[in-house]
Structure formats: C-alpha cells, structure tokens
C-alpha cells in the first residue's frame, strides 16, 4: 500500500507520523487524567502570578512578588535532612530525586493568611524548567515548622508540623 515512488513513501511515512503525534497528544490532553500524570508535568510556574496562582490552590495567600529567587543545586547525594525533606515532596506528589545535581530555582513567598495569625510563615516553591518540582510551608521562628503545601490542620485548627528543621542545607 505504500508508494513505490520514493519520494513519495517518505511524504505518507510523515504524513502518517504526523496523524499519530496529533493524535496521541489529543489523547493526552483529553484522555489521561490530570491525577496519573506528575504533578510537575500540571503545574506551570513561568512567572510571579502563575507561582501565586498554585499556591492559592492550597489556601496559601502571598504577595505576587516573591521575597527571595535563589538558585538552589539539589545535591547529587541526599543527606539526612534532604532525604527527610525529599519525603515531605514525596508526600505530595513530587520527587527532588529526579532533579539530584540540577540547578533549579527556589522563590520564597511570604503567607499573609496563616492560621491563628501567626506571622513570618514562608513558602518556598522549587522551579525547574519553568514547572513546579516542590516546596514547603515553613515558619522563620526559632521554634520553626516545615509542612507541606497542603494545610494539615486538624480540628482544633492547629498546624501540625510535619517535621522540624535545624539546618541550611534547603
């Protein structure tokens, strides 16, 4: 069925590559379920508003104007406290170890709608390519908390910290 004119068996070849791409990314967009793909793969943070933007999906209210943009190296070998905080990504929905000795950019924002009003709470989401890889919820007091971009309140309306950090390394 193909055309014996070389030529033009590779304009059908194409052609019929082109069919396919098109349709296999009709089925992607349409047909996979946003929940099967990772959550990088959803979240575009190519600017401020786009940032601010995902974190209101969790609740999270902050200044479109991030506090701090730094170039973090995710190391090649996690350590104690990264493989912790590499569990707190897990936990939702991401996974830094994909991203080991890459350079990506973090962008820390500061919360205005914390509960309880408590003040100086930060969050940081992780940038890589212009998709948001991870990031956390953490405080700036002494007695800090990190937790995930997810509001883990119980009912007594109290934020229970997923686990503490005494470190520089993140």
Not at 1 to 27: D, G, W, Y
Request: glycine share 6%; net charge negative.
């Amino acid at each position: 069925m193909l055309p014996k004119n070389p030529t033009k068996r590779r304009s059908f070849i194409f052609l019929i590559c082109a069919v396919l791409s098109i349709f296999l990314i009709f089925i992607a967009d349409n047909v996979i379920p946003d929940g099967l793909l990772p959550v990088a793969a959803r979240v575009s943070a190519s600017d401020d508003m786009e940032r601010a933007k995902f974190l209101l999906s969790y609740g999270w209210e902050v200044s479109t104007v991030p506090l701090e943009v730094v170039e973090v190296t995710i190391p090649k070998e996690f350590n104690e406290v990264y493989e912790k905080y590499n569990q707190l990504q897990i936990s939702q929905g991401f996974d830094l170890a994909q991203y080991k000795g890459k350079a990506v950019t973090r962008y820390t924002y500061s919360i205005v709608n914390y509960p309880d009003g408590i003040e100086n709470v930060r969050a940081n989401v992780l940038v890589y390519k212009n998709r948001v890889i991870g990031g956390d919820i953490c405080t700036l007091d002494i007695r800090g908390f990190m937790h995930s971009f997810e509001d883990s309140a119980d009912e007594t309306g109290i934020m229970s910290p997923t686990f503490y950090v005494m470190s520089d390394d993140i």
